[in-house]
């Protein structure tokens, strides 16, 4: 049984210009010990996805889905606040601008105390103390912050953002979550330290059986981190599968132009921003063209894809395509 379930998952949002659809029947499915990347150019809705799972939709927002099922237990059944209680416990979030999140009125060291569970309580309470403080600077250790005096006693505005982004990333691990979701996590970081983190979680991932929902514009960043992929082309999920599969044989054109544009590039140099693409823009969801949405800029498109494509299925792996690429093998509709 998967330990995340959403099927048909729809989030509207209220505009000047009346409800748009930012989430169109998006599928997300990932399993205990799992790290899931969720991958889409800027506005696809992958972040909106991250906090319709947490809860933290606006009142306006209209949210509604099939199933939304976490760890045998209906989301959508319960009140915000059982809501809220049960996602501090069991799902941490790494979010964007992790400035914004840190209190500037207290120093970081203040801070993370508040974070750490309390272990048995020794004899004195300064060896509680020392106790706590040898955790915090092992924790501040693994995520790449080597001069942790300096940062315990320091305030988040004294810091660098990839600072920042290191403490949140402690912050969402020290608690052992059962899931991570770690949105666009190491967007500031340089690639070394992006190679840290992604070793770190992916240690805990083997050793904790931590699942992580691994969030990202950039394909080429997560790939080999994760064991499946989801890719969302304007809230809409185009394909998932087995990461290596999709890799080898991505049946969909939206992945397949990611990947030859990964190709084309190289690894290295290029600029962090880009988000591999193909020809044209991604469409404004007001604006949005009949039938399949990536009809205007797909090679492929014919005229049975002002017919919007179903969901469907080869085995593990999902699609929405009138005309997949590498495929020989017969699908069949999505339902499960
Ligand atoms: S359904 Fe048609 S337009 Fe859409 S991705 Fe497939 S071939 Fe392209």
């Known amino acids: 049984m998967a330990l995340l379930d959403i099927r048909n998952l729809t989030i509207e949002l209220e505009t000047s210009e009346g409800y748009v659809r930012m989430i169109d029947n998006a599928n997300l499915s990932i399993n205990e010990g799992e790290i899931h990347g969720l991958v889409g150019e800027s506005g696809s809705g992958k972040s909106l996805m991250a906090k319709a799972i947490l809860g933290l939709s606006h009142p306006s927002w209209k949210v509604s889905a ?35 999140f840190l209190d500037p009125s207290l120093t970081i060291e203040q801070q993370l105390s508040y974070i750490l569970k309390p272990k048995k309580s020794s004899l004195f309470f300064w060896q509680d103390r020392k106790n706590k403080q040898l955790e915090l600077k092992n924790w501040l250790h693994k995520v790449g912050i080597k001069n942790h005096k300096r940062v315990l006693e320091s305030y988040p505005w004294e810091l660098s953002e990839g600072a920042c982004q290191k403490i949140m990333i402690m912050m969402a691990i020290a608690n052992y979550p059962k899931l ?48 499946k992929l989801t890719v969302l082309y304007c809230g809409q999920t185009v394909e998932s599968g087995v990461s290596m599969d999709m890799m080898a044989k991505p049946y969909h ?58 969901l469907k299925k080869v085995k593990s792996h999902a699609f929405a395509c009138h005309f997949p690429r590498n495929q020989e093998e017969k699908t069949h509709e999505s339902d499960s």
């Open 180 to 227: 991570l979701i770690a949105d666009e996590a190491t967007n500031m970081m340089e690639s070394s330290t992006q190679a840290q983190i992604f070793r770190l979680l992916s240690k805990l991932n083997q050793t904790q059986g931590l699942s992580i929902l691994l969030i990202s514009h950039d394909l080429e960043s997560i790939v080999s981190w994760s064991d």
């Open 253 to 310: 054109p939206y992945v397949q132009a990611l990947l030859d544009h990964i190709a084309e590039f190289g690894r290295y140099p290029r600029a962090r921003s880009d988000m591999p693409s193909l020809k044209g823009n991604i469409p404004s969801l007001q604006h949005l063209p009949l039938g399949c949405r990536l009809g205007p800029r797909c090679p492929y498109a014919h005229k049975s894809c002002i017919d919007a494509p179903l």
């Open 66 to 100: 099939d199933r939304m099922i976490w760890d045998g237990i209906n989301l959508l059944e319960l009140s915000v606040a059982e809501r809220r209680q049960l996602m501090g416990i069991d799902i941490s979030m790494i979010f964007q601008e992790p400035s914004t």
